[in-house]
Protein backbone atom coordinates (compact mmCIF):
# COMPACT_ATOMS: atom_id res chain seq x y z
CA UNK A 1 0.00 0.00 0.00
CA UNK A 2 1.61 3.21 -0.77
CA UNK A 3 0.79 5.86 1.25
CA UNK A 4 1.90 9.24 2.39
CA UNK A 5 2.50 9.99 6.15
CA UNK A 6 3.11 14.13 7.09
CA UNK A 7 5.06 14.39 10.62
CA UNK A 8 3.04 17.10 12.64
CA UNK A 9 5.03 18.54 15.68
CA UNK A 10 2.41 20.39 17.62
CA UNK A 11 4.51 23.70 18.88
CA UNK A 12 2.17 26.24 18.62
CA UNK A 13 1.42 26.66 22.79
CA UNK A 14 1.65 29.53 24.92
CA UNK A 15 3.05 27.18 27.41
CA UNK A 16 1.32 29.37 30.42
CA UNK A 17 1.42 26.52 32.96
CA UNK A 18 5.23 25.91 31.93
CA UNK A 19 6.18 29.33 32.11
CA UNK A 20 8.44 28.99 29.25
CA UNK A 21 8.14 27.72 25.68
CA UNK A 22 8.20 24.01 26.10
CA UNK A 23 9.64 23.38 23.21
CA UNK A 24 13.10 24.91 23.76
CA UNK A 25 13.19 23.15 27.56
CA UNK A 26 15.88 20.64 27.70
CA UNK A 27 16.84 17.22 28.25
CA UNK A 28 19.87 16.30 28.71
CA UNK A 29 21.03 19.33 26.87
CA UNK A 30 18.60 18.75 24.00
CA UNK A 31 15.42 21.17 23.27
CA UNK A 32 12.41 19.06 23.83
CA UNK A 33 11.23 19.87 19.96
CA UNK A 34 14.36 17.81 18.86
CA UNK A 35 13.13 14.67 20.49
CA UNK A 36 9.67 14.80 18.82
CA UNK A 37 11.64 15.27 15.51
CA UNK A 38 13.50 12.01 16.44
CA UNK A 39 10.85 9.95 17.38
CA UNK A 40 9.22 10.61 14.43
CA UNK A 41 11.47 10.67 11.54
CA UNK A 42 11.70 7.15 10.72
CA UNK A 43 7.71 6.53 10.48
CA UNK A 44 6.79 9.44 8.24
CA UNK A 45 8.09 10.70 4.52
CA UNK A 46 8.20 14.26 5.50
CA UNK A 47 7.60 16.77 9.07
CA UNK A 48 6.34 20.30 9.65
CA UNK A 49 6.40 22.41 12.99
CA UNK A 50 3.40 24.13 13.57
CA UNK A 51 4.17 26.97 15.89
CA UNK A 52 3.04 31.01 16.24
CA UNK A 53 4.54 33.51 15.11
CA UNK A 54 5.94 34.54 18.87
CA UNK A 55 8.29 31.59 19.16
CA UNK A 56 8.98 30.97 14.90
CA UNK A 57 12.38 33.15 14.70
CA UNK A 58 13.19 30.55 17.86
CA UNK A 59 13.73 27.17 15.86
CA UNK A 60 16.95 26.36 14.53
CA UNK A 61 16.00 27.07 10.71
CA UNK A 62 18.71 24.19 9.75
CA UNK A 63 16.85 21.30 11.51
CA UNK A 64 17.05 18.91 9.11
CA UNK A 65 15.43 21.58 6.47
CA UNK A 66 11.82 20.55 8.63
CA UNK A 67 9.58 23.60 7.70
CA UNK A 68 8.11 25.86 10.55
CA UNK A 69 4.94 27.71 10.18
CA UNK A 70 2.30 29.43 12.21
CA UNK A 71 -1.02 28.39 12.60
CA UNK A 72 -3.49 29.70 9.64
CA UNK A 73 -4.54 33.09 10.88
CA UNK A 74 -7.96 32.77 11.01
CA UNK A 75 -7.44 29.47 13.81
CA UNK A 76 -4.52 31.08 15.78
CA UNK A 77 -4.79 30.38 19.15
CA UNK A 78 -7.19 27.87 19.15
CA UNK A 79 -5.22 24.84 20.19
CA UNK A 80 -4.19 21.62 18.81
CA UNK A 81 -6.95 20.91 16.20
CA UNK A 82 -6.05 24.49 14.62
CA UNK A 83 -2.40 22.74 14.66
CA UNK A 84 -3.60 19.99 13.04
CA UNK A 85 -5.43 21.93 10.37
CA UNK A 86 -2.71 24.26 9.18
CA UNK A 87 -0.69 21.10 9.18
CA UNK A 88 -3.64 19.45 6.38
CA UNK A 89 -3.47 22.81 4.71
CA UNK A 90 0.05 23.16 4.13
CA UNK A 91 1.09 20.08 3.26
CA UNK A 92 -0.22 17.20 0.93
CA UNK A 93 -0.45 13.48 3.00
CA UNK A 94 -3.14 10.36 3.42
CA UNK A 95 -2.05 10.54 7.30
CA UNK A 96 -1.01 13.38 9.57
CA UNK A 97 0.95 11.49 12.54
CA UNK A 98 1.57 14.16 15.32
CA UNK A 99 2.95 14.55 18.51
CA UNK A 100 3.63 17.58 21.11
CA UNK A 101 6.69 19.03 21.92
CA UNK A 102 6.57 18.46 25.37
CA UNK A 103 6.39 14.67 25.75
CA UNK A 104 10.54 13.81 25.35
CA UNK A 105 10.10 10.27 26.70
CA UNK A 106 8.57 9.21 23.36
CA UNK A 107 9.59 5.78 22.29
CA UNK A 108 9.25 4.51 19.01
CA UNK A 109 7.35 1.79 19.19
CA UNK A 110 4.61 4.01 20.29
CA UNK A 111 4.79 5.84 17.29
CA UNK A 112 5.11 2.26 15.57
CA UNK A 113 1.98 0.74 16.90
CA UNK A 114 -0.15 3.60 15.62
CA UNK A 115 1.40 3.62 12.17
CA UNK A 116 0.58 -0.05 11.79
CA UNK A 117 -2.87 0.54 13.07
CA UNK A 118 -3.65 2.43 9.69
CA UNK A 119 -2.33 -0.30 7.47
CA UNK A 120 -4.36 -3.05 9.33
CA UNK A 121 -7.51 -1.17 9.80
CA UNK A 122 -10.32 0.89 8.27
CA UNK A 123 -10.03 4.13 10.15
CA UNK A 124 -10.08 7.96 10.00
CA UNK A 125 -7.81 8.31 13.35
CA UNK A 126 -5.65 6.03 15.86
CA UNK A 127 -5.67 7.21 18.97
CA UNK A 128 -3.79 5.87 22.15
CA UNK A 129 -5.12 4.88 25.29
CA UNK A 130 -3.00 5.37 28.26
CA UNK A 131 -3.77 4.08 31.98
CA UNK A 132 -7.16 4.46 30.42
CA UNK A 133 -6.64 8.10 29.58
CA UNK A 134 -6.98 9.10 25.91
CA UNK A 135 -3.82 10.52 24.50
CA UNK A 136 -5.34 12.59 21.55
CA UNK A 137 -2.56 14.50 20.60
CA UNK A 138 -0.11 11.63 19.83
CA UNK A 139 -2.01 10.38 17.16
CA UNK A 140 -2.69 9.86 13.27
CA UNK A 141 -5.62 11.63 11.67
CA UNK A 142 -6.56 10.40 7.69
CA UNK A 143 -6.98 13.36 5.36
CA UNK A 144 -10.10 13.09 5.00
CA UNK A 145 -10.56 14.63 8.50
CA UNK A 146 -9.63 18.11 6.98
CA UNK A 147 -13.02 19.48 6.63
CA UNK A 148 -14.53 18.51 9.71
CA UNK A 149 -11.94 19.91 11.78
CA UNK A 150 -12.24 23.29 9.82
CA UNK A 151 -16.28 23.46 10.29
CA UNK A 152 -15.02 22.02 13.82
CA UNK A 153 -13.24 25.04 14.53
CA UNK A 154 -15.51 27.85 12.47
CA UNK A 155 -17.94 26.88 14.71
CA UNK A 156 -15.61 27.47 17.92
CA UNK A 157 -15.10 24.20 18.94
CA UNK A 158 -11.16 23.64 19.79
CA UNK A 159 -11.83 20.06 21.66
CA UNK A 160 -10.36 16.87 20.12
CA UNK A 161 -13.11 14.59 21.49
CA UNK A 162 -15.86 16.16 19.26
CA UNK A 163 -13.62 15.31 16.21
CA UNK A 164 -13.94 11.84 17.73
CA UNK A 165 -17.21 11.33 17.92
CA UNK A 166 -17.84 11.80 13.98
CA UNK A 167 -15.38 9.85 12.57
CA UNK A 168 -13.86 6.11 12.98
CA UNK A 169 -11.49 5.87 15.78
CA UNK A 170 -9.10 2.85 16.71
CA UNK A 171 -8.36 3.25 20.14
CA UNK A 172 -5.03 1.59 21.05
CA UNK A 173 -4.17 0.36 24.25
CA UNK A 174 -0.84 0.86 25.58
CA UNK A 175 1.09 0.28 28.70
CA UNK A 176 3.86 3.19 27.86
CA UNK A 177 3.04 5.17 30.74
CA UNK A 178 6.60 6.66 30.52
CA UNK A 179 6.48 7.58 27.38
CA UNK A 180 3.16 9.94 27.88
CA UNK A 181 5.05 11.78 30.90
CA UNK A 182 3.98 15.20 29.91
CA UNK A 183 5.88 18.04 30.74
CA UNK A 184 3.29 21.27 31.68
CA UNK A 185 4.74 22.24 34.86
CA UNK A 186 8.03 23.78 36.11
CA UNK A 187 7.28 20.78 38.99
CA UNK A 188 6.94 18.25 36.11
CA UNK A 189 10.32 19.34 34.94
CA UNK A 190 11.78 18.98 38.22
CA UNK A 191 10.82 15.33 38.75
CA UNK A 192 11.19 13.91 35.45
CA UNK A 193 14.40 15.93 34.39
Known amino acids: MTRKIQGVILAGGMS ?8 FAEKDGVPFYYYSMAVLKPFVNSMLIVT ?12 ENIPVVNDLENYRGQGPLAGIYTAMETCNANWYMVLPVDVPFMESQ ?3 KLVHSIDTEDVDAVIPVVAGKLQPLVSVFHHSLKDVIKSQLDNG ?3 VEPLLKKCKVSYIRLNSEK ?7 QSDYQTFL
Open 52 to 63: NPKLHHLFDKED
Open 157 to 159: KRA
Open 179 to 185: AFININH
Open 16 to 23: RRFGSPKA
Open 110 to 112: VIE
